[in-house]
Nanobody, 121 residues
Framework: QVQLVESGGGLVQAGGSLRLSCAASGRTFSSYTMGWFRQAPGKEREFVAAINWSGGSTYYADSVKGRFTISRDNVKNMVYLQMNSLKPEDTAVYYC??????????????WGQGTQVTVSS
């Protein structure tokens, strides 16, 4: 069982930066693929980024490639999403997710409760 708690969301102007954090419980955190998804109002939840158990492999949605960076700390049981050059279309609820396979599935095994990111123009 893994419990995920996101933090770091907020309101930022276009072009600004935010760093989201996800704290994971459980002794087997380092076994999990970790990912970030987002859901904008009126839209389906979509994949943003994922990282494998060791941190050695990452991949991103085309819409965020070059602007967002996912990382993890297996000692602290944390995963991060550094978001730079934010755009209004990045506005969404961002969800942390954990899965036992890599690449991460569109329906991962565990979800956090989400954190709101709002980018103003």
């Amino acid at each position: 069982q893994v419990q995920l708690v996101e933090s770091g969301g907020g309101l930022v102007q276009a072009g600004g930066s935010l760093r989201l954090s996800c704290a994971a419980s459980g002794r087997t955190f380092s076994s999990y693929t970790m990912g970030w998804f987002r859901q904008a109002p009126g839209k389906e939840r979509e994949f943003v980024a994922a990282i494998n158990w060791s941190g050695g492999s990452t991949y991103y949605a085309d819409s965020v490639k070059g602007r967002f960076t996912i990382s993890r700390d297996n000692v602290k049981n944390m995963v991060y999403l550094q978001m730079n050059s934010l755009k209004p279309e990045d506005t969404a609820v961002y969800y942390c997710a954990a899965d036992l396979v890599f690449p991460i599935r569109t329906t991962p095994r565990y979800w956090g409760q989400g954190t709101q990111v709002t980018v103003s123009s």
